[in-house]
């Protein structure tokens, strides 16, 4: 039996990855929990794994006793376990350690987060993987830490002076860090880069994913929200030429278990789709199906400042890394594997439930707000 250790398994690409790839295999799953407990730690494991097997037609969670959740802290050095952890560990043959968790924050505010997770939280994985004696460490980066760039990325360490926003900076930075750490210490590394990360494609369902073309597709629904009582014609503003790459996350774990069980030690390996969408009739498709037929999406260069609405200027300030982010067609370089395809027509299908999920949220939420109104009302009367 194969041991493999592994953070952020209550997050959405690692949930799914550990559903899909790992549960009833022949491995020792250890997976690095925040928490109190060892009990603590394995339910919401569980619950993240439930939520993940749900958005697929086919039902496959059996396995869960077999999982270990380690009550743990990334951000502290040796993950806060005591020397007798590593003791009781010491000495298991052909161990793995996969690096999903980190910070997905971005703005200049969250800078000690995203800096604690995305290169503190590396430096003691990778001491953590050494003293557990993994031979291999598989770090799930990201796509976009060329930064500002346009054109074709290689699967290659990037050196860049700009980026769109502080995540991407320290996911850079984190690559070349772990480079130096692992051959360091002698260990193999596998580095992984997604792209945009959607849902299932067996679905359409978002998975549990709110990143992403979910956050963007929330945006824009508080938007609708402010819109209710006008029909004010507005505009969205964004890069009108440029394309973005969307993948499904079961294309994801696949991209990554192909790796491990082929037996891949190392280099850079791109996550992605094998075609990219354009950035304009995607923005189109969501305001489509939001419903927001007052709001046109327009090019960044026809943005003024003077005549802009208080709204369309808050607008561009909500939206602002969304559409950093997808400023510059990026064309991601795919050495192995299979072509993921993705046109605007399967990506609409993603929209389409992306939609329905923010509104379903919308809903109930709103509902219990009409509840407690109503609780609220009962109890002064009879008080």
């Known amino acids: 039996m194969r041991t493999v250790y592994l953070t952020g398994g209550t997050g959405f690409l690692g949930s799914h990855f550990i559903r899909s790839y790992l549960l009833g295999g022949p491995y020792d799953v250890q997976c690095f929990v925040r928490g109190a407990s060892p009990e603590a730690c394995a339910l919401r494991l569980h619950e993240t794994l439930r939520a993940a097997d749900a958005s697929y037609p086919d039902r496959r969670l059996w396995g869960l006793d077999a999982l270990t959740a380690i009550p743990s802290d990334i951000t502290l050095p040796a993950f806060g376990l005591g020397e007798a952890f590593f003791a009781d560990r010491a000495g298991r043959a052909d ?50 830490t060329v930064g500002v760039h346009e054109g074709p ?13 502080y995540y991407e900076e ?12 692992c051959r360091e ?12 990360v959607v849902g299932p494609s067996s679905t359409h369902g978002t998975g549990g994913s709110r990143t992403g073309l979910y956050g963007f597709i929330r945006e824009l629904h508080r938007l609708k929200r402010q819109l209710r009582h006008t029909d004010a014609a507005l ?24 790796l491990y069980r082929d037996g891949v030690r190392e280099g850079v390996y791109h ?35 003077a005549t802009a609405s208080p709204i369309e200027r808050v607008l561009l300030r909500d939206t602002a890394f969304y559409a950093t982010s997808t400023a510059g067609t990026k064309v991601f370089e795919r050495r192995r594997g299979p072509r993921w395809p993705m046109d605007l027509d ?33 109890a002064r009367r009879t008080a």
């Open 346 to 378: 399967e990506v609409e299908r993603y929209v389409i439930e992306g939609v329905r999920a923010v509104e379903g949220v919308g809903a109930l939420a709103r509902q219990a707000r009409g509840r407690r109104h109503v609780e609220s009302r009962g």
């Open 170 to 181: 320290t996911k850079c930075q984190a690559e070349h860090l772990i480079t130096e750490l």
């Open 95 to 144: 161990a793995t350690f996969f690096h999903f968790a980190s910070s997905l924050q971005y703005q200049e505010k969250d800078r000690r987060v995203i800096h604690d997770h995305n290169i503190g939280g590396l430096r003691h994985a990778v001491d953590v993987a050494a003293a557990l004696g993994c031979g291999v460490f598989y770090y799930v980066s990201t796509a976009f």
């Open 271 to 305: 996550c992605t789709a094998g075609q990219n969408v354009r950035v304009q009739g995607l923005t189109e498709l969501i305001l489509k199906h939001l419903e927001l037929t007052s709001v046109t999406f327009r090019a960044f260069a026809e943005f003024d400042e």
């Open 153 to 165: 990325v290689p699967e290659a360490l990037h050196r860049n002076a700009r980026f769109n926003n």
């Open 235 to 258: 505009s969205l503003y964004g890069s009108t030429e440029s394309e973005m790459n969307l993948v499904p996350v079961d294309f994801v774990c696949h991209d990554i278990a192909s």
């Open 185 to 196: 210490r002698g260990i193999s590394l596998v580095i992984v880069r997604p792209s945009i």
